[in-house]
C-alpha cells in the first residue's frame, strides 16, 4: 500500500493494518456483488483475525506465545509484538501487545 499523505489540513493514511493480528488475507479478484452486495464490483479483500481457539489446538499446550520484532531503514522504525492466545476454562483467550517506536519520515516539499 502507498505512504499516506498531507493536503489542506487533512492527513490521509495507509490504514496500518498490522499483519500480527492476521490469520490469513483471502483475495477475490474481478466482481463479487452477488456475495458481498454492491460496492463489490471490483473485487474483495477479506481480512481474517487470529483465532485465539484454532492457535492453541495447533500447538502442543493448553498455550502458544509468538513474538515479533523488526526494523524500517525509512523512517527508522522498531517494532515488537508479542502475541499470545490459552485455554480459559471454557474459552479461549487472546491478548496482544504491540509497540512501534519511529522518527518523521522526512520528505522534500513545501
Not at 483475495?27 to 456483488?33: N, Y
Amino acid at each position: 500500500m502507498p505512504s499516506g499523505f498531507g493536503s489542506a489540513g487533512t492527513d490521509q493514511g495507509r490504514g496500518n493494518i498490522n499483519p500480527l493480528n492476521l490469520e490469513r488475507v483471502e483475495v477475490l479478484k474481478g466482481p463479487a456483488s452477488a456475495l458481498y452486495g454492491s460496492d463489490a464490483i471490483g473485487g474483495v479483500v477479506i481480512f481474517e483475525s487470529l483465532n485465539p481457539e484454532r492457535m492453541v489446538k495447533q500447538g502442543d499446550g493448553d498455550a502458544v506465545v509468538r513474538l515479533a520484532t523488526g526494523y524500517a531503514s525509512k523512517d527508522e522504525r522498531y517494532h515488537a509484538g508479542l502475541t499470545t492466545a490459552a485455554s480459559l476454562g471454557a474459552g479461549y483467550g487472546l491478548l496482544q501487545i504491540d509497540h512501534q517506536s519511529f522518527s518523521e519520515l522526512d520528505v522534500n516539499s513545501d
